[in-house]
T-cell receptor
Framework: ETGVTQSPTHLIKTRGQQVTLRCSSQ?????VSWYQQALGQGPQFIFQ???????GRGNFPPRFSGLQFPNYSSELNVNALELDDSALYLC??????????????FGPGTRLTVT | TQLLEQSPQFLSIQEGENLTVYCNSS?????LQWYRQEPGEGPVLLVT?????EVKKLKRLTFQFGDARKDSSLHITAAQPGDTGLYLC??????????FGSGTKLNVKP
């Protein structure tokens, strides 16, 4: 069973640029969530995709957008990068939405630095 | 505003000591998870608790979900250096949003 993978591992961008981060879900998982983790803090929920539809969003501006593909892999796009966007971006996949207690499995993350 | 508050933020103890980490909220969660994260890696799931009052044990780790499903604790017995890491609690809210606490950084000295 393949785990959650993310690419690239590290990325350096300039303020104002756009970036796309990629995530490949664990086999059989149809739900993916994206998180931003600033240094020394817990992950902050960005949004979740279930069967290619956005299904929940945290307090992030519209310049953070995403996609989920038919094979359940996913992309996170961030436009007009700001210095505060520098963080570890994590994606997590799960078997699906459950009434309570679905379990998420995280990838290793993409470290984004904005200069 | 942090929906989940964890305490303590930092903990440095000697090998063999016991410790408890707390996760508190004013909100009710449908489920709560505990993760451990090492530097440069994603969080790794330790346990999921769903029912109020539930207690789960994982070797030397004991997890408890509060009766009202607003708080949880993680107790480690006889800590070992391999337990060192960032411990995170996370709650499922409205079934489709997940909130993490700020974490407890544990250092176990040999």
């Amino acid at each position: 069973e393949t785990g959650v993978t993310q690419s690239p591992t590290h990325l350096i961008k300039t303020r104002g640029q756009q970036v796309t981060l990629r995530c490949s879900s664990q086999s059989g998982h149809n739900t993916v969530s994206w998180y931003q983790q600033a240094l020394g803090q817990g992950p902050q929920f960005i949004f979740q995709y279930y069967r290619e539809e956005e299904n929940g969003r945290g307090n992030f501006p519209p310049r953070f957008s995403g996609l989920q593909f038919p094979n359940y892999s996913s992309e996170l796009n961030v436009n007009a990068l700001e210095l505060d966007d520098s963080a570890l971006y994590l994606c997590a996949s799960s078997l699906g939405l459950a009434e309570s207690g679905y379990e998420q499995y995280f990838g290793p993350g993409t470290r984004l630095t904005v200069t | 505003t942090q929906l989940l508050e964890q305490s303590p933020q930092f903990l440095s103890i000697q090998e063999g000591e016991n410790l408890t980490v707390y996760c508190n909220s004013s909100s009710v969660f449908s489920s709560l998870q505990w993760y451990r994260q090492e530097p440069g890696e994603g969080p790794v799931l330790l346990v999921t608790v769903v029912t109020g009052g539930e207690v789960k044990k994982l070797k030397r780790l004991t997890f408890q979900f509060g009766d009202a499903r607003k708080d949880s604790s993680l107790h480690i017995t006889a800590a070992q250096p391999g337990d060192t890491g960032l411990y995170l609690c996370a709650g499922a809210y409205n079934f489709n949003k997940f909130y993490f606490g700020s974490g407890t950084k544990l250092n176990v000295k040999p």
